[in-house]
């Protein structure tokens, strides 16, 4: 099993910034790519953006292209989410999850946190 905690998330007024961490325990050799989502009220969960395992890959949701950076540190088992120019409908409770190298599958997630952007 692998167990994913993020934080940093809070209020922020628009064109702000917050940073967002997912810090990973347990199997941790057991995933690779891992990804941000969001789920905003009455809406669907959306993908964020999403990181290979070394990092060389990089992937956007076009909504967050150019504002948002994701990056990786798997000496800490930590993943980012730089979030610059928020916009209030960014507003979500942002979720970190993880692939599982076997099933390819996005197969574990944190409880997420709150991100609000107010106008």
């Known amino acids: 099993q692998v167990q994913l905690v993020e934080s940093g998330g809070g209020l922020v007024q628009a064109g702000g910034s917050l940073r967002l961490s997912c810090a990973a325990s347990g199997r941790t050799f057991s995933v690779g790519k891992m990804g941000w989502f969001r789920q905003a009220p009455g809406k669907e969960r959306e993908f964020v953006a999403a990181?290979?395992?070394?990092?060389?890959?990089?992937y956007y949701a076009d909504s967050v292209k150019g504002r948002f950076t994701i990056s990786r540190d798997n000496a800490k088992n930590t993943v980012y989410l730089q979030m610059n120019s928020l916009k209030p409908e960014d507003t979500a409770v942002y979720l970190c999850a993880a692939q599982s190298l076997v099933a390819g599958t996005y197969s574990y997630w944190g409880q997420g946190t709150q991100v609000t952007v107010s106008s």
């Open positions: 990181i290979s395992w070394s990092g060389s890959s990089t």
